[in-house]
């Protein structure tokens, strides 16, 4: 009979499905954040301070992937790990917050590792890829300053328009483990066909210019 901690272990593999985690190339990060054109109207970015916890968390809260979240968590969970004080940002429109996005530090003896939590938009404003792109390399600028040697960051298998924004601005997809790899064949052969004419795009603009 099977003891109780494998039958765990066993319960723990089934429902358990790690986050997909990528890489943001530094380089990538440096360019991003250079290119980026002014937000539509409405639209305003700044840093995120303590003062703003609650409100990040009753943000945080309306999606329900991410679960419920306090002030206090905010703070202990986001705010007390950044890699510096401007990397937790707020995206406004009309003065109302409807973004957010923070990068942590995950660093190892050997690396300096920044790693973005909850870059997240609204759903009503995550067609403009001005304002997502403001989000994510804002966000991770200070990783850039302050010379960290990764980037990475992590989403649902679901959500496949976040996935997608990502490998289309350069990310790199992590296969670090047996699931990982299961994580992205099942990632590329359902965008594949998007991912294709994204690249075929790309080329031309790289041609033409």
């Not at 002014?38 to 945080?60: F, H, K, M, N």
């Not at 938009?121 to 600028?141: E, I």
């Not at 496949?160 to 590329?188: A, M």
Request: charged share 20%.
């Amino acid at each position: 009979m099977p003891s109780l901690t494998n039958v765990t272990r066993l319960l723990v593999a089934f429902f358990y499905r790690p986050r997909v985690i990528y890489e943001f190339p530094i380089a990538v990060l440096d360019n991003g954040r250079k290119s980026l054109g002014p937000l539509p109207e409405g639209y305003e970015y700044r840093v995120a301070t303590e003062a703003d916890c609650a409100v990040i968390a009753s943000l945080l809260s309306s999606d329900p992937g991410f679960g419920t979240w306090t002030a206090e968590r905010v703070k202990v969970e986001l705010f007390d790990r950044l890699i510096d004080p401007r990397a937790a940002t707020i995206m406004l429109f009309k003065g109302t917050p409807v973004g957010c996005g923070f990068v942590t530090d995950a660093s190892t003896r050997r690396r300096r590792i920044a790693y973005g939590m909850y870059l997240y938009l609204m759903p009503a404003h995550r067609g403009k890829k001005s304002v997502t792109n403001c989000c994510v390399f804002r966000t991770f600028a200070p990783a850039v300053d302050l010379n960290y040697d990764l980037a990475l960051g992590e989403s649902d298998l679901s959500r496949l328009s976040v996935l997608l924004l990502h490998l289309s601005n350069g990310c790199v997809p992590v296969k670090n483990s047996l699931y990982s790899y299961i994580q992205w064949f099942q990632i590329e052969r359902r965008l594949g066909p998007t991912l294709t004419a994204l690249a075929k795009r790309q080329t031309r603009k790289a041609i033409a210019e």
